[in-house]
């Protein structure tokens, strides 16, 4: 019971230290963020609130200005259900990413941070 109550204590200071802390937007003309906006309509961040490498992944996604689904696969069973059956384990954070016909489920924040400043940072 003390480790769980001690478990919610620190995420929810990691959770507030993020919102005193939160990067700025990236700030792009009308028509990059469109393009920008309409690429992310194809990436869902499965993720639990206050994992601390969850809230690193959707830093990065706020400071590129990428407005990506989030699913909560911690307190939504179908969404956690969803990421064991498609993805394959229940781990987090994990993108999926739809392209060209095909889902890829990305795990690993830094493999998932690489690969939004590879595809976002330069638009």
Not at 31 to 39: I, L, M, P, R
Request: net charge positive.
């Amino acid at each position: 019971m003390f480790v769980k109550a001690l478990r919610v204590g620190l995420g929810q200071l990691i959770i507030a230290g993020d919102f005193v802390t939160r990067p700025r937007k990236k700030q792009r003309p009308a028509e990059q963020q469109a393009k920008v906006n309409a690429a992310a309509r194809d990436l869902t961040l499965y993720q639990f609130h206050a994992c601390p490498f969850c809230v690193k992944t959707r830093r990065t996604l706020h400071r590129l200005n990428v407005p990506v689904a989030l699913k909560d696969a911690k307190n939504n069973e179908h969404d956690r259900q969803t990421l064991l059956e498609q993805g394959g384990r229940i781990k987090v954070p994990c993108l999926r990413i739809e392209e060209n016909g095909q889902t890829t489920w990305m795990y690993d924040s830094k493999v998932i941070i690489d690969y939004l400043d590879k595809r976002f940072a330069s638009i």
